[in-house]
């Protein structure tokens, strides 16, 4: 890799699961609050649980005035299922998010490269 040019998609690392997860709560909770983040993201992990057995591990909890999240080990690793397991929890969090604030957040979710590159789509 040339030190003055920026790496390019086959010298970066792949990104993973707990990256995307990671990256979506951030976002939503500077937009909505956590509090509202928190509830989103459960109710998509709910719907989407039934087909992908290691949302079990995927843990959203209270503690204090702060919501904290523990992910399943498997998505801590570049891992493709774990990662369309996020696209699942994408689909059914876009319609949630579009009920609320219209393509507002959708648009600015899709502004993000990282998502795109994982082949995450807010807004279709």
């Given at each position: 890799m040339n030190p003055g040019m920026p790496a390019?998609?086959?010298?970066?690392a792949p990104t993973t699961a707990a990256d995307l997860f990671g990256l979506l709560w951030r976002m939503l909770s500077d937009m909505l609050g956590?509090?509202?983040t928190a509830t989103l993201l459960r109710r998509s992990r709910n719907a989407v649980a039934q087909r992908a057995p290691?949302?079990?591990e995927l843990q959203i909890d209270r503690e204090g005035l702060e919501y904290r999240?523990?992910?399943?080990?498997?998505w801590l690793a570049a891992d493709a299922q774990a990662v369309?397991?996020?696209r699942d929890?994408?689909?059914e969090l876009r319609p949630l998010l579009m009920e609320?604030?219209?393509a507002v957040i959708l648009n600015q979710l899709d502004a993000n490269?990282?998502?795109?590159?994982s082949g995450i789509i807010f807004s279709r």
């Open positions: 390019s998609p086959e010298d970066r956590s509090a509202t290691e949302l079990a999240y523990r992910l399943p080990a498997s369309n397991t996020m929890i994408v689909s609320l604030t219209g490269p990282t998502f795109a590159e």
